[in-house]
Each structure stands twice: as structure tokens, then as C-alpha cells.
């Protein structure tokens, strides 16, 4: 267990959950990647503006 423990930072899975619920209540969806050193949302196209309101608005 201590093997997969260092392996991953579980922690940061909150904050994934935090944001995509942020957007689920604004009828936005995202689809989250998750690498070794860079995190990566996807949202569609159409989307962008309103989600990087979204996103600003979440960060305060």
C-alpha cells in the first residue's frame, strides 16, 4: 500500500471534484486527464468563454 500511496497524491483528486462540480452547476461538462506533472481539462469548443468564467469565479 505505501508502494501506491507514493505513487499518487490523492489529496489532489479533491480538486478535480471541486471544479467539475463547479461546472456541472453551471450545465458545463469536462472531461479531466490527470499526468505525472500536468493536469489537463477538456471542455467542448463552444464552451470556452463561458467556462473560463466559470473557472475565474471558482478561484475567488
Do not use: H, P, W
Not at 5 to 21: H, M, P, Q, R, T
Not at 25 to 46: E, K, M, P
Amino acid at each position: 500500500m505505501d508502494y501506491i500511496n507514493s505513487l499518487f497524491v490523492f489529496g489532489s483528486i479533491g480538486l478535480s471534484v471541486a471544479f467539475s462540480n463547479a461546472l456541472a452547476q453551471n450545465g458545463r461538462s469536462c472531461n479531466v486527464v490527470a499526468a505525472l506533472y500536468y493536469d489537463y481539462i477538456f471542455v467542448a469548443y463552444t464552451d470556452i468563454t463561458k467556462v473560463l468564467e466559470i473557472l475565474k469565479q471558482f478561484s475567488n
